[in-house]
């Protein structure tokens, strides 16, 4: 009897999304050497636009291969569905965001997948929990409240990091990644110039609350939800 091919989704998506980030790296490293810095008609994308395209694709490409990274050197496992949540959020947020300019053309998009990352790292708040859990070193008993607030505080630590990493970029390298100019490079002022960052803020904690009463009433409860996301520690062989 013949068997049936079983496709590997999570492998193929993968390799699609890296060769999306790897194709408009070239592209963008193409088009920082041949645009110039000044003269460029209005709503044309700037030098600055395909600089910070080419540090989006670069963290997407470094940030894709991270978590099997730290798998083997902390020994644990990630879940598929996880990584593959994980992945298919590099390429919203980097190749429709930047490449693609969803930012601009879709409206709220950066709201949904700052929402959308709020519950993303707090459902990696509770692995992290859970895999310390299973830790011999490290016995806990932890209450499902304090799981829930572990959850909260982690993401919105890893929202305000990547706030001072937008503001650096801005700073330093000249980008608009905090969305301080409009995209003709009107400045903006006042309320105006942080509502982006504030807002950002705001969506990663209210994603990341919603994730943790989920994961709260999951815990209390006892119904398995949460396995999904939970890491796993590498059985010795």
Not at 19 to 35: E, G, R
Not at 56 to 61: K, R
């Amino acid at each position: 009897m013949k068997k049936t091919r079983k496709w590997n989704w999570t492998k193929i998506i993968a390799i699609f999304i890296f060769a999306s980030l790897l194709i408009s790296l070239v592209f963008s490293i193409y088009n920082v050497m041949t645009t110039p810095e000044t003269g460029v008609p209005a709503g044309e994308p700037t030098r600055s636009d395909y600089s910070l395209m080419v540090s989006q694709c670069i963290l997407g490409l470094v940030a894709m291969f991270l978590p099997s990274i730290l798998g083997r050197r902390f020994k644990f496992e990630i879940p598929g569905n996880m990584y593959l949540v994980f992945i298919i959020f590099l390429y919203c947020s980097i190749y429709l965001g930047e490449v693609q300019s969803f930012y601009y053309l879709i409206p709220n998009w950066d709201t949904i997948l700052h929402t959308f990352s709020g519950a993303m790292l707090g459902a990696l708040g509770f692995s992290v929990i859970s895999l310390l859990n299973e830790d011999e070193r490290t016995p806990m008993n932890l209450s499902p409240a304090f799981v829930a607030l572990f959850a909260v505080c982690f993401a919105v630590t890893l929202g305000v990091i990547w706030e001072f990493y937008e503001f650096s970029s801005d700073k330093w390298l000249g980008m608009n990644m905090q969305k301080t100019m409009l995209e003709d490079g009107t400045k903006l002022a006042g309320t105006a110039a942080v509502s982006d960052t504030m807002e950002d803020l705001f969506v990663d904690f209210l994603g990341a609350l919603v994730f943790a009463i989920i994961g709260y009433v999951n815990l209390k409860r006892k119904k398995g939800w949460m396995e999904k996301f939970e890491f796993k520690k590498t059985v010795k062989k």
